[in-house]
């Protein structure tokens, strides 16, 4: 099956400094990835779309000054999340579709952001 | 806004056949519908996915009305390791995916 990573699994910074988390799918090609956040013993929350080529397209209430997406090719997208404070602490992971014959988005194993 | 209804939580013991049956009220002519499993700190795993009556694969069944405004997924015998929260989504692979609450499945021994 669609293999999605992404790197880092985990990652700690302090707070006002930026993180870059990449998502890539390994063994096809995805013209469109997801990026969602979860909070502890919640469900998942979708942040954007990220779109090969163009620009992300936000969900309402998410900062797209502070979360910046790149998607700059077809197997990988970034998110960036710039001036990190505490609450910004989150399991973030993405997802991608090869738009093939299966309606199925893989999922990548998710990124622990803590931010000190 | 989640297009899905679950129960937020069930209760099972080990090899017994679980159902977890999902609303989707609103789901669209294009919309599949597909279950996820997801443990701890990790991604949601697909487990199956149908878009009418009855689909089967190696580790469950989901069962899909004529109407489409439900769905059951059907996981027979399940064990300890089945623990996990399942989300039903409905749409198609074009489409943003909105999770709704899902069902925490608590398999007891």
């Known amino acids: 099956g669609a293999v999605v990573s992404q790197h880092p699994s985990w990652v700690i910074c302090k707070s006002g400094t930026s993180v870059k988390i990449e998502c890539r799918s390994l063994?096809?090609?995805?013209?469109?990835m997801f990026w969602y956040r979860q909070f502890p013993k919640q469900s998942l929350m979708l942040m954007a779309t990220s779109n090969e080529g163009s620009k992300a397209t936000y969900e309402q209430g998410v900062e797209k000054d502070k979360f910046l997406i790149n998607h700059a090719s077809l197997t990988l997208s970034t998110l960036t999340v710039t001036s990190a404070h505490p609450e910004d602490s989150s399991f973030y992971i993405c997802?991608?579709?090869?738009?093939?014959?299966?309606?199925?988005?893989?999922f990548g194993p998710g990124t622990r952001l803590t931010v000190t | 806004l989640a297009k899905t209804t679950q129960p937020i939580s069930m209760d099972s013991y080990e090899g017994q056949e679980v159902n977890i049956t999902c609303s989707h009220n609103n789901i669209a002519t294009n919309d599949y519908i597909t279950w996820y499993q997801q443990f701890p700190s990790q991604g949601p795993r697909f487990i199956i996915q149908?878009?009418?009556t009855k689909v089967t694969n190696e580790v469950a069944s989901l069962f899909i009305p004529a109407d489409r405004k439900s769905s059951t997924l059907s996981l027979p015998r399940v064990s300890l390791s089945d623990t996990a929260v399942y989300y039903c989504l409905v749409g198609d692979n074009f489409n943003k995916f909105y999770f709704g609450s899902g069902t925490k499945l608590n398999v007891k021994p």
């Open positions: 149908g878009y009418k």
């Open positions: 997802s991608a579709s090869d738009r093939g014959d299966s309606y199925e988005q893989y």
């Open positions: 063994d096809f090609q995805a013209t469109t």
